[in-house]
Every structure is written in structure tokens, then in C-alpha cells.
């Protein structure tokens, strides 16, 4: 039976947008840089190493938008751990009011979910090459929040 297992929260702080691609055929889509982030959990501390970006494209007529990053980290230990993502967000009143603001939201209050991959070349964090992963996430004071779970 699948299971989920939670296994570690991601902090990132967002910075923009920085610019928007308006009249692209393509949709429109956002530049965020992304710092200051860190993956905290019982078996891994990461800290990201450098900005990170989303291609973030904005709300169409479903009403969701879609991020899609690049980050990279460094261990505690020195691993270098590779993390993309894309997923959905749902922009609730309560999710508008809190980014409005550098305000937060709990988790319920809006659909921020993604579909997580790493890669690394460090055996001691092999195990991130090796599951599925998935996060649900919630704005913060000034970062975003996502609880990161291991598909079992």
C-alpha cells in the first residue's frame, strides 16, 4: 500500500517577480529569484548554495498557476544536492491577503502542492535519488513553507 512519510521541511524566500513574459504564445510566466532556502530534517540540513529561479506561470482560466524551480544545496556535511520542482497553486482570499501583506497562511488555506525531484552524487543522500516526493506548502513571513514527504 502507498504511503507517505514526512521527511523534512523546505523554507525559501521568494524575491519578485522580477519580470513577466505578457504576449508570450507560451502563457505568461513570472521570474522569481528564490535564497535563502534550507531543507531541514532528521536525516538531511541543507542550505542552498546560490539563487535559485521559478518560471513561475501565472493563473490561466483554471484559476491555477505553476511553478517551475531550480535550486541547489550544500549539506552540512558538504553533499551538493540538486532539487527541481513544478506543481500547483491555488490563490485563495486568504493566500492574495497574506502575499500582500509578507503575511502567512496555514496550510489549508490554499492548494500549493508539488512534485519534488532530487539528484545528488553523494551516497550518504542516495535515498533522495531513490523516492517520489511530494510537498504541501503555505506562505511564511517573507518565505515559503513546504512540508516535504517521502512516497513509501
Known amino acids: 500500500m502507498i504511503g507517505l512519510e514526512r521527511e523534512m521541511v523546505y523554507r525559501v524566500r521568494p524575491k519578485g517577480p522580477l519580470g513577466r513574459t505578457d504576449g508570450s504564445p507560451h502563457g505568461v510566466r513570472e521570474f522569481w529569484e528564490l535564497s535563502d532556502a534550507e531543507l531541514v530534517g532528521p536525516r538531511i540540513h541543507a542550505t542552498s548554495l546560490g539563487a535559485g529561479g521559478d518560471w513561475f506561470r501565472v493563473a490561466s482560466s483554471d484559476g491555477f498557476s505553476r511553478p517551475r524551480v531550480r535550486m541547489q ?13 513544478t506543481g500547483l497553486v491555488k490563490a ?43 510537498a504541501e506548502g503555505r506562505l511564511a513571513t517573507g518565505s515559503i513553507e513546504y512540508i516535504v514527504y517521502r512516497v513509501t
Open 73 to 85: 544545496f550544500v549539506t552540512s556535511d558538504g553533499a551538493f544536492v540538486l532539487l527541481s520542482y
Open 92 to 134: 485563495t482570499d486568504a493566500f492574495i491577503r497574506a502575499a500582500e501583506t509578507q503575511g502567512s497562511t496555514d496550510f489549508h488555506e490554499q492548494y500549493m502542492r508539488m512534485q519534488l525531484s532530487f539528484e545528488t552524487g553523494a551516497a550518504a543522500y542516495n535515498w533522495l535519488n531513490e523516492s517520489l516526493w511530494i
